[in-house]
């Protein structure tokens, strides 16, 4: 049974920083392609970080680059986003997700969300102003 479970979620002021983590069981993080989304309300969920399973390239959409930084302990089973320099636009729910169709594009940014296999429940993510 695959289970992910995200923590490190809380309320943050503006320029602070927060380390979200996903513990994962029942599925080796050094296989698949991994994924941090978030969720703001009334938005989509948008894929934020993701690490490939071909090659571990890590991507970042564009509005984190040079402040997130997601990283995966295969010892520990367990992936971690690092996010610093927070803005209020960072505020959402933030899930880990694990994708494992063996049909593998470039550029995991790209996959839906709807191609995901696996979900935590997600961490909420404030950002004071």
Known sequence: QVQLVESGGGLV????????SCAASGVPLDHYTWAWFRQAPGKGREAVSCISGTDAMTYYEDSVKGRFTMTIDNAKNTMHL?????KPEDAAVYYCAVYTSDYLPPNCLTYEASEYSYWGVGTQVTVSS
Not at 82 to 86: A, F, G, R, T, V
């Open 13 to 20: 002021q503006f320029g602070g920083s927060l380390t979200l």
């Open 82 to 86: 690092q996010m610093n320099s927070l």
